[in-house]
């Protein structure tokens, strides 16, 4: 099946750094990739949908200055966190769509803010 | 705004129940799928079902895609250990949206 790959897996970071996630499909092109936020035992977020060559469409509530989002390739979107504070602390998943009716997730990356 | 409604939250039995989940909205679905996601993980397809009535079997779990296209289910026959993980149907709308449930977390006692 095809893979997507998430980069890192966990990040610990003082407050008010800025951290990049990286979600990439390794073996098919997506024109779409989505960013969800995930709380401990709680479902997926959904906070953005990433489309390359074009702005990211942020989902009612996300601040898209604070979670800016590129997609600047077939291949590749990137997720960074701006001036990260602790409430930032979450596991976000990124999923590549592969065609119709199929989309691959990331393995997640855990990020802690001290 | 379309809600996806999923149920129960959250589930323990005993190894070797069987247990049904559910997946209802009050909008059509294009499409509907199944993931089961381990903690720390990203969640893994399981099934997409596109057509209504539609039956698909994957071992012990059973997945059922409503008549109307607005509700399904996931039925676990002979629950074990290795079942336990957090469910979650994720419904895509035919404006391409999609959206998730707020998932189940099953915990089958050995």
């Known amino acids: 099946g095809a893979v997507v790959s998430q980069h890192p897996s966990w990040v610990i970071c003082k407050s008010g750094t800025s951290v990049k996630i990286e979600c990439r499909s390794l073996?098919?092109?997506?024109?779409?990739m989505f960013w969800y936020r995930q709380f401990p035992k709680q479902s997926l977020m959904l906070m953005a949908t990433?489309?390359?060559?074009?702005?990211?469409?942020?989902e009612q509530g996300v601040e898209k200055d604070k979670f800016l989002i590129n997609h600047a390739s077939l291949t590749l979107s990137t997720l960074t966190v701006t001036s990260a504070h602790p409430e930032d602390s979450s596991f976000y998943i990124c999923?590549?769509?592969?065609?119709?009716?199929?989309?691959?997730f990331g393995s997640g990356t855990q990020l802690s803010v001290l | 705004t379309q809600l996806l409604e999923q149920s129960p939250q959250f589930l323990s039995i005993q190894e070797g129940e069987n247990l049904t989940v559910y997946c209802n909205s009050s909008?059509?679905?294009?499409?509907l799928q199944w993931y089961r996601q381990e903690p720390g993980e990203g969640p893994v397809l399981l099934v997409t079902?596109?057509?209504?009535?539609e039956v698909k079997k994957l071992k012990r779990l059973t997945f059922q895609f409503g008549d109307a296209r607005k509700d399904s289910s996931l039925h676990i026959t002979a629950a074990q250990p290795g079942d336990t993980g957090l469910y979650l149907c994720?419904?895509?709308?035919?404006?391409?949206?999609?959206?998730f449930g707020a998932g189940t977390r099953l915990t089958v006692k050995p």
């Open positions: 990433s489309n390359e060559g074009s702005k990211a469409t942020y």
């Open positions: 909008s059509v679905f294009s499409s």
């Open positions: 994720a419904g895509q709308y035919n404006n391409n949206d999609m959206r």
């Open positions: 073996d098919f092109q997506a024109t779409t």
């Open positions: 079902v596109v057509t209504g009535g």
């Open positions: 999923s590549a769509s592969g065609g119709a009716e199929k989309l691959f």
